[in-house]
């Protein structure tokens, strides 16, 4: 079946302007990650959701990041006002339930200018 | 809170020969899981192989395989007959019941020669 897919695959931005990621899980999965992947900082976790329940925001940089996930499937991570710093790979994962094992879409390179 | 360490910034192995990529970790929690996941140029993660931590029994998939040692903290990953597709970061990760996120390590790069 089909995996994570994310879109778009590559972006550049000005600094200030804002910035929506895209992710599609697999189809029947419950639970969705999204994870940044930077030089510096390595991979952190950044929100997860868990089918109807509260999303685990615990790993959102700033106020500037938020992210939804609709009818329990495609999830957007927005960034407000991005700045250099934002620049990274931003990585969507979904998994069947929690803890199972997360499949990883090939994830979207932000470039902040 | 949980940490993840691999010592080894990069690896070298020659082709169809074994290489080990070491992790350590650090949990609180007795219900967890641990994985490896490989990460060529391209960038998609791709998931090589899971242990449950209440299992004794060390996983294996086909030339991969785990040397789990509970007591230790220690979670190291075998690549047997080493391919030259092998060649990627490897990262180590740990995923907790109550946390469920993935904290991972730094990863290790692995160069397979001829």
């Known amino acids: 079946g089909a995996g994570v897919s994310q879109s778009p695959s590559n972006k550049v931005t000005e600094k200030g302007k804002d910035v929506e990621l895209r992710c599609d899980p697999i189809?029947?999965?419950?639970?969705l990650y999204w994870y940044r992947q930077s030089l510096g900082q390595g991979l952190e976790f950044l929100i997860y959701?868990?089918?109807?329940?509260?999303?685990?925001k615990s790993g959102l940089p700033s106020d500037r990041f938020s992210a939804e996930r609709t009818g329990g499937s495609v999830s957007t991570l927005t960034i407000q006002r991005t700045q250099q710093e934002d620049s990274a790979v931003y990585l969507c994962a979904s998994s069947l339930f929690m803890g199972y094992e997360q499949y990883f879409g090939p994830g979207t390179r932000l470039t902040v200018t | 809170a949980q940490t993840v360490t691999q010592s080894q910034p990069e690896m070298s192995v020659q082709e169809a020969e074994t290489v080990t990529l070491s992790c350590t970790y650090d949990?609180?929690?007795?219900?967890?899981?641990l994985f490896w996941y490989k990460q060529p140029p391209s960038r998609q993660m791709i998931l090589v192989i899971r242990q449950e931590a209440y299992k004794q029994q060390n996983a294996t998939e086909n030339r991969f395989s785990v040397n789990f040692q509970k007591a230790a903290k220690s979670f190291s990953l075998k690549i047997s007959d080493s391919q030259l597709g092998d060649a990627a970061m490897y990262f180590c990760a740990l995923n907790t019941g109550t946390a469920s996120k993935l904290t991972f390590g730094t990863g290790t790069r692995l160069q397979v020669t001829l």
């Open positions: 959701f868990q089918g109807n329940s509260a999303p685990d």
């Open positions: 949990t609180s929690e007795s219900d967890y899981y």
């Open positions: 189809s029947g999965h419950t639970a």
